[in-house]
């Protein structure tokens, strides 16, 4: 079955330090990557995407690359802010699987960033 | 993107209750997911709700327990039934809209049950 692997948290940062979360993942089709990041006492938005191998996608100054050959999806970004404080999910959803097009989520990082 | 909306935003019930949540989308969507989100947990997905067809249940969530109605392309409803502590959880739900395999979250219903 699918399954997401994501670096364990909490993770605490100071201001303007550069960031990696790691996300490993295990599909057993073609899956599309996910990051999803939940802010305090709100529901879950999606940050940023990639459908296929070699895909980079980036939103909010966060960039994450579709590596097949290592099956990983890690969220980066190179200076941090206080308001990037939340909690950041990697996802996959198996585009093989047509009109069963549930995501799989990894546990969850939680990330908190220091002035 | 489709901007959905939840109700209750909280509640707290009894044990052995039921509460109904509503999810609402302000487009028509053709595919809606409910999600719970245990405290402190990942989010596992429960049903996949399709317009004019019975939801589709994942491994280990049952329709007596909970219940889901999808009477048209924007609205869906929940029901928690016979409630104990353990279903104590943010519940979400979820639309496909953009394009496939990209889904989008409602602000969530934070139940607790005593």
């Known amino acids: 079955g699918n399954s997401v692997t994501q670096m364990e948290g909490p993770v605490t940062l100071s201001e303007e330090a550069f960031l990696t979360i790691n996300c490993t993942y295990t599909a057993t089709g073609y899956p599309s990557l996910f990051w999803y990041v939940q802010y305090p006492g709100e529901g879950l938005q999606l940050l940023l995407k990639a459908t296929k191998a070699d895909d980079k996608g980036s939103n909010k100054g966060f960039e994450a690359t579709y590596r097949k050959e290592t099956t990983s999806f890690h969220l980066e970004k190179g200076s941090v802010q206080v308001s990037d404080s939340a909690v950041y999910f990697c996802?996959?959803?198996?585009?093989?699987?047509?009109?069963?097009?549930?995501?799989?989520f990894g546990t969850g990082t939680r990330l908190t960033i220091i002035p | 993107s489709a901007v959905i909306s939840q109700k209750p935003s909280r509640d707290i019930c009894q044990r052995g209750t039921s509460l109904t949540i509503q999810c609402q989308v302000d487009?028509?969507?053709?595919?809606m997911f409910w999600y719970r989100q245990q405290p402190g947990q990942s989010l596992t997905l429960i049903a996949t709700a399709n317009q004019g067809s019975e939801a589709t249940y994942e491994s280990g969530f049952v329709i007596d327990k909970f219940p889901i109605s999808r009477p048209n392309l924007t609205f869906s409803t929940l029901t928690v039934s016979n409630m104990s502590p353990e279903d104590s959880s943010i519940y979400l739900c979820?639309?496909?809209?953009?394009?496939?395999?990209?889904?989008?979250f409602g602000p969530g219903t934070r139940l607790t049950v005593t």
């Open positions: 979820s639309v496909r809209d953009r394009g496939p395999y990209e889904q989008y």
């Open positions: 996802a996959l959803s198996d585009r093989s699987n047509f009109g069963n097009e549930k995501l799989t």
């Open positions: 487009s028509q969507v053709t595919m």
